[in-house]
């Protein structure tokens, strides 16, 4: 891998959290819509839906330059879409970032076997 796709999985890890806490959030906003006179629904539905459009967008770059397998990059989508999921994506990719830096150094070095 390549600094390029290292920045790539920068991207959808530093979105994936915030992913999931907005939609955690959301959650919670819609409980209190039914339950109480509160309704931050509107703002926060807003919120997330920023935040998802980014982390898709951040996902089909990732996916390119990472050139995943379909399983794998089904799997990422899948993250997006379930409460908690963002939070398994940023530690899988916290992985496959700090990989994709240290092939990238040892090549620019010019180890062998990298």
């Not at 940023?90 to 090549?107: M, N, S, T, Y």
């Amino acid at each position: 891998m390549d600094l390029k796709t290292a920045t790539a999985l920068r991207r959808l890890r530093l979105v994936s959290a915030p992913e999931a806490v907005s939609f955690l959030v959301l959650l919670v906003c819609s409980v209190l819509k039914r339950t109480t006179d509160l309704d931050f629904v509107p703002v926060m539905g807003a919120v997330h839906g920023i935040l998802w459009v980014a982390y898709v967008l951040f996902w089909a770059d990732a996916w390119n330059r990472a050139k995943w397998a379909p399983r794998t990059a089904a799997w990422y989508f899948l993250m997006s879409v379930l409460p908690l999921g963002g939070f398994f994506a940023e530690r899988a990719l916290r992985r496959l970032q700090d990989d994709a830096v240290i092939a990238a150094r040892a090549r620019r070095e010019g180890v062998v076997g990298a």
